[in-house]
């Protein structure tokens, strides 16, 4: 009998060699910054649902506690793609960073707003003339805070600023060491709770447009482009699955995240999970440019071409839609 052993010691009911099915391509590992926000929504339930293997995709994950944190691991050379809003991105770029702008994954215009107690004084948002506001340096924390002081004619001047961790801000209000905060969720809504009657939240929904984006550093997205293809193919599966069955969305992230199910109800619907890239990413990176160079919080005086740190080509590759920006 001839010997077989080389493709398969097993024979079918026809007496024929079995071939060996070929080893499974291994999974190419990544590692992704991303946040325990909200806005982070579409990652967590394609590591949860399993679209980033369906892909090809290792994903290791590093949670951080708000974007700024993310981007930075990704400047570290810890990671190589982060969750985080444009905020940062901009910060970044004027200090000459060499960052892409993947896609968006989130846009809010209800997620920043500034959460006080009104028995520091505050009833309207003129009320925060000369109280002591905590805000999160360098995010869209202070941008907002910034934006809404202006809109109600009170100078940075006018207030007493005091910067704050994300994470220390709701000790911060309960212990009234400031008056209030500018935060995002969940912090704020958290902040609102635990204040009950005593809390109030000052939004602005026509001031300010958050975008919530996957950035990594430009070689990254140039020496890579098939997996970062793959992993927007991966969003785009959760942003269906987000879409079609909300309710178990929520409960992968209360599971993934360790927040109360009910919190998350509680902000689902001041999101809107899809991956895209229009001009408002543009618009805002150039009025956040303009805000920091007034304000001293840039040392670059010249407004860069934002065009040039936007890497649309992948999103454009599978959901051609998506890409709306004038170029």
Same mark, same amino acid.
């Given at each position: 009998?001839?010997?077989?052993?080389?493709?398969?010691? @097993?024979?079918?009911?026809?007496?024929?060699?079995?071939?060996?099915?070929?080893?499974?391509?291994?999974?190419?590992?990544?590692?992704?910054?991303?946040?325990?926000?909200?806005?982070?929504?579409?990652?967590?339930?394609?590591?949860?649902?399993?679209?980033?293997?369906?892909?090809?995709?290792?994903?290791?994950?590093?949670? @951080?506690?708000?974007?700024?944190?993310? =981007?930075?691991?990704?400047?570290?050379?810890?990671?190589?793609?982060? #969750?985080?809003?444009?905020?940062?991105?901009?910060?970044?770029?004027?200090?000459?960073?060499?960052?892409?702008?993947?896609?968006?994954?989130?846009?809010?215009?209800?997620?920043?707003?500034?959460?006080?107690?009104?028995? !520091?004084?505050?009833?309207?948002?003129?009320?925060?003339?000369?109280?002591?506001?905590?805000?999160? *340096?360098?995010?869209?924390?202070?941008?907002?805070?910034?934006?809404?002081?202006?809109?109600?004619?009170?100078?940075?001047?006018?207030?007493?600023?005091?910067?704050?961790?994300?994470?220390?801000?709701?000790?911060?209000?309960?212990?009234?060491?400031?008056?209030?905060?500018?935060? $995002?969720?969940? *912090? =704020?809504?958290?902040?609102?709770?635990?204040?009950?009657?005593?809390?109030?939240?000052?939004?602005?929904?026509?001031?300010?447009?958050?975008?919530? %984006?996957?950035?990594?550093?430009?070689?990254?997205?140039? %020496?890579?482009?098939? #997996?970062?293809?793959?992993?927007?193919?991966? =969003?785009?599966? !959760?942003?269906?699955?987000?879409?079609? @069955?909300?309710?178990?969305?929520?409960?992968?992230?209360?599971?993934?995240?360790?927040?109360?199910?009910?919190?998350?109800?509680?902000? $689902?619907?001041?999101? @809107?999970?899809?991956?895209?890239?229009?001009?408002?990413?543009?618009?805002?990176?150039?009025?956040?440019?303009? $805000? !920091?160079?007034?304000?001293?919080?840039?040392?670059?005086?010249?407004?860069?071409?934002?065009?040039?740190?936007?890497?649309?080509?992948?999103?454009?590759?599978?959901? *051609?839609?998506?890409?709306?920006?004038?170029?």
């Amino acid at each position: 009998m001839q010997n077989v052993s080389r493709i398969g010691s @097993h024979r079918n009911t026809r007496g024929l060699p079995e071939i060996s099915p070929p080893s499974p391509v291994p999974l190419q590992k990544i590692t992704v910054a991303y946040t325990y926000q909200p806005q982070c929504t579409l990652v967590h339930v394609a590591a949860a649902k399993g679209y980033f293997a369906a892909e090809g995709l290792e994903v290791q994950q590093q949670l @951080h506690t708000y974007g700024k944190s993310a =981007l930075q691991s990704v400047l570290d050379g810890k990671a190589d793609l982060a #969750t985080v809003a444009e905020t940062p991105v901009m910060f970044n770029i004027l200090k000459g960073e060499k960052i892409f702008v993947i896609a968006n994954i989130d846009a809010s215009t209800t997620n920043n707003a500034i959460v006080g107690r009104k028995n !520091a004084g505050l009833a309207t948002p003129r009320n925060l003339k000369g109280k002591r506001i905590g805000f999160a *340096p360098g995010t869209t924390s202070e941008f907002f805070l910034d934006s809404l002081l202006t809109a109600n004619g009170i100078t940075r001047q006018e207030i007493k600023p005091v910067a704050l961790k994300p994470d220390e801000m709701l000790d911060a209000v309960m212990a009234q060491k400031v008056d209030a905060v500018s935060i $995002w969720n969940y *912090p =704020l809504s958290l902040i609102n709770k635990q204040l009950g009657a005593n809390g109030i939240i000052f939004y602005d929904k026509e001031l300010y447009t958050e975008t919530f %984006n996957i950035a990594s550093k430009q070689d990254f997205a140039k %020496n890579n482009p098939e #997996t970062v293809k793959r992993f927007l193919r991966a =969003l785009l599966k !959760a942003e269906k699955f987000v879409t079609e @069955h909300a309710d178990e969305a929520q409960s992968i992230m209360s599971l993934a995240t360790r927040i109360d199910k009910d919190l998350i109800r509680d902000v $689902w619907s001041n999101f @809107h999970y899809q991956l895209e890239l229009d001009q408002m990413l543009l618009i805002t990176l150039e009025d956040e440019t303009r $805000w !920091a160079m007034k304000n001293k919080l840039a040392e670059q005086a010249e407004m860069p071409d934002y065009r040039s740190y936007i890497y649309s080509d992948a999103l454009k590759a599978v959901k *051609p839609e998506a890409v709306r920006m004038n170029r």
